[in-house]
């Protein structure tokens, strides 16, 4: 009896020494540098916003972030290293919306999108707005519908291809609305533009492609995709405020699912003071990007509210 009371003890001082390592470790992190990945290509948007926000961050954490571009098949590439990396705060990445549309397009993916990931933190949205030119009849986004209600398939708009959030935006629109339009995909945003100034598409649903167009003139914004009107687009109105849903388009930091509430706590910390970093505010401006906080839970129920609506609508696209 005294041998095992003997051995019991000596395994509670074991499992106690283990958890307070443990514990001092999660307490004294980050003890080395952290590896973001960008599953982008550098240069992007996304790559440029990621690594002055992480600049930022580092001034909060005491450590380099180290900027790790993983582009290809759509982010799925980067998305499958982050969520098979150890959790143990070192590695991170960055979330955008189509890390979790693309398995709504019958991708076999080696992670689930929305539950293999740990939630850190929200940093902003694309700004997706619906853009036609200066001369255009449609002078608001009222005119735009009308048109699509009472000449079915006659208008015919532009994003930068099937499946993206500004295709699933379009086409949720028209569901909420009852219009219908024609949609004639590009390749990629940038290609949208000179199909609009060419007069092959009648609108755009996209990112600020068409921010120095509108500028210049040449073009008129209709209506943003955000949740709520644009700082730098004060006049323009947002689809919610005709209670029409919008997909977001999502920018997040995230990282492998099972990281320890301690860390992840310390991470959203950090990257959430890192927002208001001029630098990194200044950087979202120049790119038409829409600076948004949100801590880590909030970040999980909206993807997840994404990504079911986006199934929802691609679901009604095939039908």
């Keep these: 009896m005294k041998r095992r009371t003997a051995l019991a003890g000596m395994g509670l001082i074991v499992a106690a020494a283990t958890l307070g390592g443990t514990l001092a470790a ?17 240069g992007g948007s996304t790559d440029q916003t990621a690594r002055v926000l992480a600049k930022a961050a580092e001034e909060h954490l005491g450590q380099t972030i180290v900027i790790l571009n993983r582009p290809g098949a759509s982010t799925t590439i980067g998305m499958a290293e982050l969520a098979k990396a150890e959790p143990d705060g070192y590695t991170i990445g960055t979330l955008s919306s189509t890390g979790y549309l693309v398995s709504l397009q019958g991708r076999e993916l080696p992670f689930d999108p929305v539950e293999d990931f740990s939630y850190i933190s929200y940093y902003g949205d694309n ?26 398939g006659a208008v015919k708009y532009g994003t930068a291809g099937v499946g993206t959030t500004q295709h699933l935006t379009a086409e949720a629109l028209q569901k ?36 120095p167009f509108i500028e210049s003139g040449q073009a008129r914004l209709l209506a943003v995709t955000t949740p709520k009107r644009s700082e730098a687009y004060p ?85």
């Design 176 to 211: 909420g609305s009852g219009a219908k339009f024609v949609h004639i995909p590009q390749d990629g945003s940038a290609a949208s533009m000179p199909a609009l100034l060419g007069k092959h598409v009648d609108f755009i649903m996209e990112v600020s492609v068409w921010a």
């Design 127 to 152: 700004l997706i707005g619906i853009a036609v030119l200066e001369d255009s009849p449609f002078k608001t986004i009222d005119d735009l519908l009308a048109k699509g209600k009472e000449a079915p």
């Design 26 to 42: 999660r307490a004294d992190y980050p003890e080395k540098p952290i590896t973001m990945i960008v599953p982008w290509a550098a």
């Design 235 to 319: 006049d323009v109105p947002a689809l919610s405020e005709f209670g029409f849903q919008s997909l977001r388009s999502v920018q997040a930091i995230i990282g492998p699912k099972g990281m320890p509430e301690e860390i992840r706590a310390k991470l959203e910390d950090a990257f959430r003071k890192a927002l208001s970093d001029e630098t990194f505010i200044e950087t979202m401006r120049r790119l038409s990007m829409e600076v948004t906080d949100l801590p880590g839970a909030e970040v999980k129920k909206l993807v997840q509210d994404q990504y079911n609506l986006a199934k929802e609508v691609i679901t009604e696209i095939k039908n």
